[in-house]
């Protein structure tokens, strides 16, 4: 997050500082051949979860931290994980890692094995590209391979400081406010049969060492769950972010919001499938952009032939018209207006990449694919800061960060005012695609009726009364759409932030491995859009 004036930062723990030295006697040692490329990546992730109903609080806590060694030999990289972290017992490890690398490696030679080495990117090299001023504004004037480089996210209030009664307290109060200000949404506060908040705390602190690199980051990753219910009827939101306490600071005016949705799905109509005009919100616009060509510009899965999206960028196909752009970015250290950075934002990737912008879809034309380090090299095309993992216990894969289209120029009433007859989604309900066939389908809680340019105030829900689905192909949904918001899309003035909106949200690639990631945009009018 970006301020005027910065406030603080978050820190390393002072016991993973006395740690980070001892890295490097590791790293000597998993240098054993100098061509090789060997890093020492450790990770420690602290979560705590705080819930409150109208019946019971809960909490729940738990520590994990391991550390990760690797060694790429210009055939194959190995990998040795291990939770033992005390130098002793990494020292044996890299030991072990080298041992089997030789092994391997001669082995490689003997069968005429392709090689393709890599050396790490100087620091001269990581400061010629862009890089967001956060990022900048952190790494110190003078610095070289051994320089210890700390990147913590910026906050007002410390979420770490707040004791178990303290947040307690905080998401009881929130319940009561729920039922207090139901009469504002024509409720009653026995219409509302459940309500539960839950706020998430997770302390993320990692370490990543090179040959030419040194790098901690500590980000303070902060949520809050709000569920309505009704009967059958759900109304849910999540806010939070990557900063401190401000991230989940719920108005009067969201909570009123919530209480308004859900007493419309109470007499909500069925969607009658068809083609309609839609209007997308950010998260729902967010979320047809990780689907569309988020996922299947993954290199390693465009490497492994699964995705159709590296044969049509090599072909230079044109899949969307002129305001298909889409962008992938974990550096989103200010999300739209709000206080905080966004759910899919860090400083470097868990292979030490800087984070760094990047188009993957330029006006309906497919840019170089997200990478790691291993499908960069299978490709041949440029590294980017995309290698994720679950956790230190599993690989690494090529991740989507925050991923959103760009801005238009349009304002959300005038693209109301463009619908003769259609809908308006905001809440999303998940998603999947076919990065090889390039079929699409998104999750709608629910649409508002507009007509003339104007809302009918009446809500459908999907045909059999519950969410909607957004289906068809990819190339023919980014063809059809007509116009796009600003990111203050409320306002006629231009924009004064850099970044749309992306919400919080996670992945899962193989059916498995969940990140967390963002999903975001503007406001975005498509039109004939399969609803069922």
Not at 85 to 91: E, N, Q, R, S, V
Not at 150 to 158: D, R, T
Not at 439 to 456: A, D, S
Not at 485 to 503: G, L, M, Q, R, Y
Request: proline share 4%.
């Amino acid at each position: 997050m970006t301020h005027s004036n910065p406030l603080h930062r978050a820190r390393l723990s002072s016991d993973l500082e006395s740690l980070r030295p001892k890295f490097n006697d590791i790293l000597g040692t998993l240098e054993a051949n100098p061509s090789w490329y060997a890093s020492v990546f450790f990770e420690r992730k602290s979560n705590q979860t705080f819930s409150a109903n109208l019946k019971q609080t809960q909490l729940s806590d738990s520590v994990s931290s391991g550390a990760v060694l690797r060694i790429y030999d210009g055939y194959t990289l190995f990998e040795q994980a291990t939770d033992e972290t005390d130098p002793t017992t990494l020292l044996k490890e890299a030991r072990e890692l080298v041992a089997r690398v030789k092994t391997s490696e001669a082995a490689s030679v003997a069968a005429g094995a392709v090689k393709r080495p890599y050396s790490a990117p100087n620091w001269k090299v990581r400061m010629a590209n862009t890089l967001d001023p956060e990022i900048m504004a952190q790494i110190p004037s003078v610095v070289d391979a051994k320089t210890p480089v700390h990147f913590g996210i910026g906050y007002e209030k410390n979420p770490t400081t707040a004791t178990t009664e303290m947040r307690l307290t905080y998401l009881k109060g929130l319940i009561e406010r729920v039922k207090s200000l139901a009469p504002k949404a024509s409720m009653s506060a026995a219409e509302i049969t459940f309500i539960t908040a839950r706020e998430g705390l997770a302390v993320e602190e990692s370490i990543f060492v090179d040959r030419e690199s040194n790098l901690s980051q500590t980000l303070y990753r902060v949520s809050l769950t709000l569920i309505l219910m009704s009967g059958a009827e759900r109304s849910a939101n999540r806010f939070g972010g990557l900063g401190g306490s401000e991230a989940i600071e719920v108005s009067d005016a969201n909570i009123i919001e919530m209480l308004e949705d859900l007493r419309a799905l109470k007499n909500a109509d069925r969607l009658k499938p068809g083609k309609y005009t839609l209007l997308l919100g950010p998260t729902l616009s967010g979320v047809l952009a990780h689907e569309a060509f988020g996922h299947s510009q993954e290199g390693d899965t465009c490497a492994r032939g699964r995705s159709k999206a590296w044969e049509l960028h090599k072909e230079g196909s044109l899949v969307g018209n002129e305001h298909a752009t889409i962008l992938n970015s974990p550096a989103v250290y200010k999300n739209a207006t709000e206080k905080s950075a966004a759910w899919g934002s860090y400083f470097f990737d868990e292979e030490g990449w800087l984070a760094q912008e990047q188009v993957i879809l330029d006006k309906g034309v497919l840019s170089s694919p997200m990478t790691n380090l291993t499908s960069a090299l299978r490709l041949g095309i440029p590294r980017s800061s995309n290698g994720k993992r679950e956790s230190w216990q599993n690989g690494v894969y090529t991740r989507q960060t925050n991923t959103y289209f760009s801005a238009g120029d349009k304002t959300v009433d005038e693209l109301v005012a463009m619908i003769d007859y259609g809908f308006v989604g905001m809440k999303a309900a998940g998603g999947m695609e076919d990065p090889k066939g390039m079929g699409i389908q998104v999750g709608v809680q629910y649409l508002k009726e507009v007509k003339n340019g104007k809302f009918t105030g009446k809500v459908f829900k999907g045909p059999a009364g519950g969410d909607i689905q957004i289906t068809g192909y990819v190339p023919d949904v980014l063809n059809s759409i007509i116009a796009k918001s600003k990111i203050e899309a409320t306002s006629s003035s231009p924009d004064t932030v850099k970044h749309p909106f992306n919400d919080c949200g996670g992945c899962g690639k193989y059916h498995k491995e969940i990140v967390y990631a963002g999903c975001g945009g503007p406001h975005m009018l498509l039109k004939d859009q399969i609803l069922g």
